[in-house]
């Protein structure tokens, strides 16, 4: 794979690869040093030790290999995303520098709140009245953002104007992790109880890793 694969998500934001180090054969010998023995080609034989190390949550050896991201994702994602820290390293844009006109997310649908005995997701319908909804979202934005840019014509440093914009205002970052941090992500922000916008990431990354580690992600993930 080729770096600057991007796969894109939402509608302003993606996931995009920039570096890695390692594949299947990394994993294969950070086990097999044990035994002071390497492999220089992956065999059937390594194929079988990739899916007995993952079975039995023998994890070490797929803390090796390394993938670097660039991620776009509005805020409210970057925040979930940021709870993974075992394993992971992170360094953001800050609009303490930086103060050019933001992206913002706006939902495809709007979905309803989910039974009163669950306490977080959505439902699976769209609420009645969206469209009014969708115009009282879009009016806060442009009011966000023009109060923002005023803000900083006004002369106030970006630091404080910066706390006008929302929480579905796109930021971006670079993202680091090893292979076993990497697949606990996608395994926990995959799954059906997960924020929809959210799994969209999930399945940006597993697509990429998929590509690069065939053997040992298909085996943890």
């Not at 966000?144 to 930021?171: F, N, S, W």
């Amino acid at each position: 794979m080729n770096k600057n694969h991007t796969v894109e998500c939402l509608d302003h934001g993606f996931v995009r690869l920039i570096d890695w180090m390692g594949s299947d054969l990394t994993v294969v010998n950070a086990a097999r040093v044990s035994f002071s023995k390497m492999s220089k080609e992956l065999t059937e034989k390594d194929e079988k030790l990739i899916n007995y190390l993952a079975k039995h949550n023998h994890w070490t050896p797929f803390a090796h290999p390394q993938v670097q991201f660039h991620i776009k994702a509005p805020i409210f994602v970057r925040t979930q995303l940021f709870k993974h820290k075992v394993g992971m390293v992170e360094n953001e844009i800050s609009r303490r520098y930086v103060d050019f006109e933001p992206d913002f997310y706006t939902p495809n649908y709007w979905r309803e709140r989910p039974d009163k005995s669950i306490k977080q997701g959505s439902g699976d319908k769209e609420i009645e009245g969206a469209d009014r909804v969708e115009n009282i979202y879009k009016q806060s934005i442009d009011l966000a953002r023009d109060a923002y840019e005023v803000a900083l014509i006004e002369g106030v440093a970006p630091e404080i104007a910066r706390g006008i914009l929302p929480q579905c205002m796109y930021t971006e970052w670079y993202w680091t992790g090893s292979l076993a941090s990497l697949a606990r992500v996608v395994l926990q922000r995959s799954e059906n109880n997960a924020q929809e916008e959210t799994q969209h990431y999930a399945f940006a990354i597993d697509d990429i890793m998929s590509d690069l580690f065939p053997i040992a992600w298909r085996a943890l993930v």
